[in-house]
């Protein structure tokens, strides 16, 4: 069994900061890409940033410049440093992880989803 586990969510003024983890756990054998996903009411989930093991990012580019991605692999932990929020931002951050198991081949879970709120 596999269990992602997300912490960091809340609100925010615009133009704050907030930090969002995501710890992988269970019968891992080994994970390649992390990343984080969001999704806003009425809209579609979407990438917002993603990291492969050996390092190499891929960002949406509505967050290039804003946030940032980072991983320990060690504590299969991956972690989303959020800077100059904007109101555009608010939605439930999901986390990803393509994650080789005990049980299965490597597939992707998902988090259970944490609400980041930007509001004056």
């Known amino acids: 069994q596999v269990q992602l586990v997300e912490s960091g969510g809340g609100w925010v003024q615009p133009g704050g900061s907030l930090r969002l983890s995501c710890a992988a756990s269970g019968s891992i054998r080994s994970i390649s890409v992390m990343g984080w996903y969001r999704q806003a009411p009425g809209k579609q989930r979407e990438l917002v940033a993603a990291?492969?093991?050996?390092?190499?990012?891929n960002y949406a580019d509505s967050v290039k410049g804003r946030f940032t991605i980072s991983r320990d692999n060690a504590k299969n932990t991956v972690y989303l440093q959020m800077n100059s929020l904007k109101p555009e931002d608010t939605a439930v951050y999901y986390c990803n992880a393509y994650i080789d198991s005990t049980f299965y081949s490597s597939r992707p879970y998902w988090g259970q989803g944490t609400q980041v709120t930007v509001s004056s």
């Open positions: 990291m492969a093991t050996g390092g190499s990012t």
